[in-house]
Nanobody, 121 residues
Framework: QVQVVESGGGLVQPGGSLRLSCAAS????????MGWYRQVPGRQRERVAA???????NYVDSVQGRFSIGRGNAKNTVFLQMNSLKPEDTGVYYC???????????????WGQGTQVTVSS
């Protein structure tokens, strides 16, 4: 079993910054990819940013140049640094980890419980 826990959400004014953190624990053999998704009421959950086990990153166009994803000092952690925040960045942010629990297992997705980010004056 794998647990995924996010932290760092909150209320911030437009133009401000927030840093989200995520830690995965449990039976984990290898991380294939870690990412952040955003959910807004009435819309599909979208991937905001992701990083592979080799360090390759990608971002949705709307956050390119403002958000930065990275692995923490511990290999089971990932952060999302969000700068120049806009009201349209508001939503529930979910951490996703795509892992192998054992070397013989197929890859599996696990999700955190989500953390609210609200950008408003």
């Amino acid at each position: 079993q794998v647990q995924v826990v996010e932290s760092g959400g909150g209320l911030v004014q437009p133009g401000g910054s927030l840093r989200l953190s995520c830690a995965a624990s449990g039976t984990i053999f290898s991380f294939l990819r870690m990412g952040w998704y955003r959910q807004v009421p009435g819309r599909q959950r979208e991937r905001v940013a992701a990083i592979t086990d080799r360090g390759s990153t990608n971002y949705v166009d709307s956050v390119q140049g403002r958000f930065s994803i990275g692995r923490g000092n511990a290999k089971n952690t990932v952060f999302l640094q969000m700068n120049s925040l806009k009201p349209e960045d508001t939503g529930v942010y979910y951490c996703n980890v795509y892992i192998r629990s054992r070397w013989s297992d197929g890859p599996t997705n696990y999700w955190g419980q989500g953390t609210q980010v609200t950008v408003s004056s």
